[in-house]
T-cell receptor, first 113, second 118 residues
Framework: DGGITQSPKYLFRKEGQNVTLSCEQNLNHDAMYWYRQDPGQGLRLIYYSQIVNDFQKGDIAEGYSVSREKKESFPLTVTSAQKNPTAFYLC????????????FGPGTRLTVL | AQKITQTQPGMFVQEKEAVTLDCTYDTSDQSYGLFWYKQPSSGEMIFLIYQGSYDEQNATEGRYSLNFQKARKSANLVISASQLGDSAMYFCAMLRFDGGTSYGKLTFGQGTILTVHP
């Protein structure tokens, strides 16, 4: 079945450590996105990539980094520079076209101890 | 800057009744898209319905319809015949196109928690 997988589902890290969240899609989509969701809030765009080896900052990119070496993969690294990293992280992908619904993965819940 | 406003933090509806979830948006773009997503307690985001800014007809998808009033910049979601499984968080989102490309970035509202009572 086609879809988006994110791993792990739950992630705990100590303050000051970098951590990488995985996102893989087999939908053959060109564009991929990372969003952050805080409790009771909407999603905010962290980074997005429209093509391999290219990505752009979203609205809240500070303290995060990404790479896009393969079309299927778009990992997100939460660095120690991110002041409040505890949140729910959602990855999405979309095809090109005027109507480009974004398909979402199941999310990773990151908790900083 | 684009902005989505959902003024109802929580809504309650009786099973089998209809409910309207409000969404207003602010944009200076002529071309944009409006989405509604459902987020159950599991956290996944489920696409419900889409309305393009140039679509003259209101979008419908099964029990979901979008009441699009362009002049008022509103895009309310109507759920008919509510079911217990409709209890979830609902997000309105606007797609803004990135520099003439065919890829867009979504701006989300704060969400509305819908509770369906038996």
């Amino acid at each position: 079945d086609g879809g988006i997988t994110q791993s792990p589902k739950y992630l705990f890290r100590k303050e000051g450590q970098n951590v990488t969240l995985s996102c893989e899609q087999n939908l053959n989509h060109d564009a991929m996105y990372w969003y952050r969701q805080d409790p009771g809030q909407g999603l905010r765009l962290i980074y997005y990539s429209q093509i391999v080896n290219d990505f752009q900052k979203g609205d809240i990119a500070e303290g995060y980094s990404v790479s896009r070496e393969k079309k299927e993969s778009f990992p997100l690294t939460v660095t120690s520079a991110q002041k409040n990293p505890t949140a729910f992280y959602l990855c999405a992908s979309s095809a090109s076209g005027v109507y480009n619904e974004q398909f979402f993965g199941p999310g990773t819940r990151l908790t900083v101890l | 800057a684009q902005k989505i406003t959902q003024t109802q933090p929580g809504m309650f509806v009786q099973e089998k009744e209809a409910v309207t979830l409000d969404c207003t948006y602010d944009t200076s773009d002529q071309s944009y898209g409006l989405f509604w997503y459902k987020q159950p307690s599991s956290g996944e985001m489920i696409f419900l319905i889409y309305q393009g800014s140039y679509d003259e007809q209101n979008a419908t998808e099964g029990r979901y319809s979008l009441n699009f009033q362009k002049a008022r910049k509103s895009a309310n979601l109507v759920i008919s015949a509510s079911q217990l499984g409709d209890s979830a968080m609902y997000f309105c989102a606007m797609l803004r196109f990135d520099g003439g490309t065919s890829y867009g970035k979504l701006t989300f509202g704060q969400g509305t928690i819908l509770t369906v009572h038996p």
